[in-house]
């Protein structure tokens, strides 16, 4: 007799579980306030120079200077990036692009 493997398939652990919920959880698609979403490039800004001061505050060698430095670089890619892709999709929508 011929035997599919997915019968003899053991029950997923609770961690597999977790892991599953985590993917599927982090693939929805999140609708923000018009309010938060206006702000993000700006909270991104923000965070990333406090980021760079708080390095800059800190008188000697500590073992969280770098990731300090890690967040600021990130925050201020990201808030050009967000403010970057905005204003290509207003000046697509708007007809303004190039065509040759």
């Not at 979403?37 to 708080?54: C, E, H, I, M, N």
């Not at 967000?82 to 007809?95: D, F, H, L, P």
């Amino acid at each position: 007799m011929i035997h599919s493997a997915s019968e003899n398939l053991p029950a997923a652990s609770s961690t597999q579980k977790l892991v599953m919920m985590t993917i599927e959880l982090a693939g929805r698609r999140v609708w923000l306030p018009k309010v938060v979403y206006d702000g993000l490039p700006y909270f991104y800004l923000a965070a990333g120079f406090a980021a760079f001061f708080a390095t800059l505050y800190v008188s000697e060698w500590f073992w969280v200077l770098p990731h300090y430095l890690l967040f600021s670089c990130a925050c201020l890619h990201l808030a050009f990036a967000v403010s970057r892709m905005r204003r290509r999709a207003k000046t697509a929508g708007n007809g303004l692009t190039s065509q040759n």
